[in-house]
């Protein structure tokens, strides 16, 4: 794939890059690891203040910020202002709580001391996928730049623009030179870059074929691996939730970023007891949608990211139809120029369709239903997915049982699946493995290094006891 700015809502190239040569890799993991050797020796008061002003940068230019990400991947433009903002919050949260995150664990046990420390790895490659361009790269920066490791960025071929303004925005914030850089490359490059002695771990976040890929290269060189991959997240809908909210919430937790968020709501589980009303709906507002440009700030959805990706999602639209499934609205891609697909409701969708099984990264919707909690988690969780789960009830032995029984690395009741500081983010199953954000994800790329101090008298003690 072409390392290129193309806007998806016209078509049109906006700028085109050359991918790095083997000599420009190298000068730069060269510069990498030279940093490391000093920067993991930098005071955590020193690398807040350097994350505190990428922080203001990101707040103070987010309009500026939010049209790149919209010119190269289509999000409204209201939403990339709000990714921005996000990723300021990433960047306070962990200046304020990184050196409490990192500090030494106390552990009793018979010796003077013991403890356990938390050091930092080394250079971290960072594999990070176009939908949410800014996010997804400053919820790896924030913690593993406080931990005391560097980056390197392998971001996705189509917001190469995205990647370098990162990569300016912690220059402008302090942080010193090959900390935090940037590789404009392809796909196929990655396995000889973490092939490198000095890349000590990677992350993705991306496709189940992406994550196979850089899992199977970092296990080849026993490296440390966090992968976030896809989801096919169930939203389920009870007889007893506040249905108005329910339905609502339900429309924008499957259009959100233009339906291509790896934790949006994709299947539609509901009792059938209100799943009529509730079917006529969600279709209702679903068709009510205001789709166009995603500069217009009226836009609620915008066009997919490529037109490769309008192309996967018309034929497994078109082969699950072809299977069984039943349109209720959309279903098609829309005309003119740009990568437009109608918003999209299906029902009786047949197991042996694509729709049942394979993640949509687009504005479509499946429809199921069940007679009872347990059905719809026998639904929920026949997937080989496990990334996040959405559950509406207002019954107390609901809401435990789908909590306890639902297969996902994140389970919200009554509300939808969203990322935040504050709390673990990841998946199980083909969903990945490992956590980014809260305090498990800055330990993710440390050295959990256990101390034992025996003191002289003690050592004496105990060898006269032995006697």
């Known amino acids: ?51 505190m002003k990428a922080g203001e940068i990101l707040e103070s230019d987010k309009h ?50 013991s403890f356990v420390r938390y050091q930092p790895l080394g250079v971290v490659l960072a594999v990070m996928p176009w939908n949410f361009p800014f996010w997804q790269v ?41 900390v935090f850089q940037s590789l404009l490359i392809g796909a196929g490059r990655v396995d000889g870059v973490l092939e490198d002695q000095r890349v000590a771990a990677a992350t993705l976040t991306g496709s189940e074929g992406a994550g196979i890929d850089v899992g199977i290269s970092a296990a080849k060189r026993i490296k440390k691996v966090v992968l976030e991959l896809g989801g096919s997240d169930p939203f389920i809908v009870m007889p007893s939730a506040d249905f108005s909210e329910a339905v609502a919430t339900g429309v924008m937790a499957r259009i959100i970023n233009n339906g291509q968020s790896c934790i949006a709501a994709k299947r539609f589980i509901v009792h059938e007891q209100i799943a009529d009303r509730f079917e006529r709906e969600f279709v209702r507002q679903m068709q009510a949608l205001k789709v166009g440009d995603p500069m217009d700030p009226a836009t609620q959805l915008g066009p997919l990211a490529t037109s490769s990706g309008v192309a996967d999602l018309e034929r497994t639209v078109e082969s699950s139809v072809a299977a069984g499934a039943r349109v209720l609205t959309g279903a098609k891609r829309l005309p003119g ?18 729709a049942y099984g394979e993640e949509l990264f687009g504005p479509v919707a499946c429809l199921f239903r069940a007679n009872s909690a347990e059905e719809a988690i026998r639904v929920a969780n026949d997937t080989r997915f496990g990334l996040g789960a959405s559950a509406w009830t207002n019954d107390p032995r609901e809401r435990e049982l789908f909590v306890s029984e639902l297969d996902a690395g994140m389970v919200f009741i009554n509300q939808m699946v969203a990322s935040d500081p504050r709390v673990p983010f990841g998946g199980v199953k083909q969903s990945g493995h490992g956590r980014e954000l809260s305090f498990h994800g800055i330990r993710e790329f440390t050295n959990i290094k256990t101390v034992w101090v025996q003191e002289a008298a003690q050592r004496a003690s105990t060898a006269s006891k032995a006697e």
């Open 1 to 51: 794939m072409a390392i290129a700015s193309i806007n998806p809502a016209t078509g049109q190239l906006i700028k085109s890059f050359e991918q790095l040569s083997d000599n420009e890799i190298e000068e730069k993991i060269q510069r990498a690891f030279a940093a490391f050797v000093s920067y993991k020796h930098v005071g955590f008061a020193q690398r807040a203040r350097w994350m």
């Open 337 to 354: 120029s740009g990568n437009f697909y109608a918003p999209t409701v299906l029902t009786d969708i047949p197991k042996n369709s694509p």
């Open 138 to 178: 400053f919820r790896f920066v924030a913690p593993a730049l406080m931990a005391g490791n560097v980056g390197l960025l392998k971001h996705a071929s189509n917001v190469p623009q995205c990647a370098l303004e990162i990569e300016h925005v912690l220059g402008r914030a302090g942080f010193p030179d090959g």
């Open 64 to 113: 500026s910020f939010a049209k790149l990400m919209t010119l190269e991947m289509g999000k409204p433009y209201q939403a990339a202002v709000d990714e921005a903002v996000k990723c300021a919050w990433v960047c306070r949260y962990y200046a304020e709580n990184a050196e409490r995150f990192m500090a030494d664990e106390v552990v009793e046990t018979p010796a003077s001391q």
